[in-house]
């Protein structure tokens, strides 16, 4: 059970645009930033997402996430093919004193 | 280009000790905080623990008393003891750098991961 809610998966054509949630609480989500990860079959997770909104150089702009109060979300526009993946969202907890990930939503390009 | 390495990962009994390490590379390696980040097979990612570059560290409640992170600054090197292992510590142990000056939970980048398997 993790700390951070996500749907487990999620799906789009080609082209379309898709929403993941993230669900905290007051301790996590609802006081610190949140970050996403995108990782591939078989490989490391990769930063997308840092401080709620803000992309690190390369990732393109068809990635945006928002916060608001305990609930974040990771919008991904212009679907493709390569976005087909598993995205984490992390917080840092401080009542855990640690970081939190949720479970991960598995996103499928149909 | 920064690069992290870990190693030292294999086949351990239930109740023994393994040794990891991370070898880190193209950048000032005193100046960051660094993570440990484990995924189960099939599962999500954990996290394990974070080492300040000042030496301040925090356990998840899952390892704390039976992992010890430290690292080597004069190495480049970040580590992770275990103790005490159980069949649930069997996971791909990742080593990532903290972004600088950021909260612990913005890993960027990642090592490739060194596969720990605890069974008898």
């Known amino acids: 059970q993790s700390v951070l809610t996500q749907p487990p998966s999620a799906s789009g054509t080609p082209g379309q645009r898709v929403n993941i949630s993230c669900s905290g609480t007051s301790s996590n989500i609802g006081t610190n930033d949140v970050n996403w990860y995108k990782q591939l079959s078989g490989a490391a997770p990769k930063l997308l997402v840092y401080?709620?909104?803000l992309r690190p150089s390369g990732v393109p702009d068809r990635f945006s996430g928002s916060r608001s109060g305990t609930s974040a979300s990771l919008a991904i526009s212009g679907l493709q093919s390569e976005d087909e993946a598993d995205y984490y969202c992390?917080?840092?907890?401080?009542?855990?004193?640690?970081?939190?990930f949720g479970g991960g939503t598995r996103l499928t390009v149909l | 280009e920064v690069q992290l390495v870990e190693s030292g990962g294999g086949l351990v009994k239930p109740g023994g000790s393994l040794r990891l390490s991370c070898a880190a590379s193209g950048f000032t390696f005193s100046s960051y905080s660094m993570n440990w980040v484990r995924q189960a097979p099939g599962k999500g990612l954990e996290w394990v623990s974070t080492i300040s570059s000042s030496g301040y560290i925090h356990y998840a409640d899952s390892v704390k008393g039976r992992f010890t992170i430290s690292r080597d600054n004069a190495k480049n090197s970040l580590y992770l003891q275990m103790n005490s292992l159980r069949a649930e510590d069997t996971a791909v142990y990742y080593c990532a750098r903290v972004r600088y000056s950021s909260s612990p939970s913005q890993s960027d980048p990642w090592g490739q991961g060194t596969l720990v398997t605890v069974s008898s």
């Open positions: 401080n709620n909104y």
């Open positions: 992390a917080a840092w907890d401080d009542s855990l004193n640690g970081v939190v």
